[in-house]
């Protein structure tokens, strides 16, 4: 475990104005869900500081403390395929960009950060050649065994060479840019990777979405920048590329945007839609609005950990639903541990048998949650709301209910639906 490092200026335009807007603590690293073994060790986990600074030259909100990435994705728990709602989005990506660019099967899709390969084996069945780029082993290795051609590493120059310059009519980055360190090294290996004619695509979780929404707990190290397009559109100018059309999908990750990028001046700009995004930005991203989501971060927290602790003393079962990356952030920044949740269900296989770092709760088996019958159920996987409730029906016949945590504190039962 090394120690975070610091980072002096802005992320993407330089900048030294950066100014603090929160700070979470101390808290483990989201992903880093623990083994049994560990679990019973009382050494602490890893701790990292996490704050979220706002550059006063570009508007980017960011992280300045950076944990070395290969302590984070170099073995990964995450998998996409692990939601049936992820499965459909990811399916209709494909379809919508093969049809937007009429892919043949000579053409090159690239998936950069291609986890499992979902969105390729997509693509694939459209009859598109595809390559993934995963540096999590354990992903790569799933993905190849599954007939996925990938690359076991960072993309970066490296990458380029392998893949052939202007070699890609397509390429997918979906969750990945929030993460990049060095994001003018990426976008430069993007653009020299990109066909004359090609498209860049990548979906990131909207800042503007994430401050309205209050969904601090998408705030952890993996995520080092938090993007409005203004700053991202900056950033492509840089490096060959234009932002050409942005779509908004408000039920993904609690709202997220596919922007797509390609050379100057091959394709038609959809300036109206990307006028109306920067001008939403302008009032909903700024520093006011930065430090209004911190005052109600600290509201939610409250509200919650009350909710619960009362529940707790009339005696009642409550377990947490889902054991996504941001469950770790939630439980550990409003203190919810094993004296409030039995444990946690999750449908990842990998996560089965290990705790959330830091409040080290059991991640169990969904059959778990259906034995239990919990009086209520803590909804950590928020972002998949409507596929869980409907999922989950007969627990709420029987009188189960789920506590939504945002924008606030919420129970939701057969009757308050
Ligand atoms: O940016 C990232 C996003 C895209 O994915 C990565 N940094 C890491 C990861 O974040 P996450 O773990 O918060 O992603 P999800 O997709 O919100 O995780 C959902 C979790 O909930 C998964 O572990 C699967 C689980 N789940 C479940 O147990 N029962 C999901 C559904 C739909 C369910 O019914």
Redesign the pocket.
Known sequence: MSPASTQSACRTCGSPRLRLGLDLGLLPL??SFLPPQRAVDPTPEPRYPLRVFYCENCGLIQLRDIVDMREMYDDYA??TA?????LIHFDQYAEDMTRRLSLKSADLVVDIGSNDGTLLKAFRRRGTTVLGVEPARNLANQAMAEGVPTLNEYFGPDTVERIGTHGARLITA??VV??VQDLNGFMESVSNTLASEGIFAFEVPWVVDVLRHYNFDII?H??LSYFGFKSLSDLLGRHDLELIDLQHFPLI?GGSFRGLAAHPRTFPRQSDTITRVFQDEKTGADFATLNEFAYRVHDIRRRLLELLQDLKRKGKKIVG???????TILLNYCSIDRSILDFV????PL?QGRFVPGVRIPIVH?DEFRKAKADYALL??W??KD??LK?EQEYLRSGGQFIIPFPEPLILGQNSR
């Not at 692990?82 to 992820?86: E, I, L, P, Q």
């Open positions: 989201a992903n995450f998998l692990t939601a049936t709602t992820s979906n969750n929030s993460h952890y993996e995520h990750h639903y889902g054991a996504p990356a941001k469950a269900t999750d449908t990842t996560k969904p950590l996987a972002n998949f596929e869980i999922k």
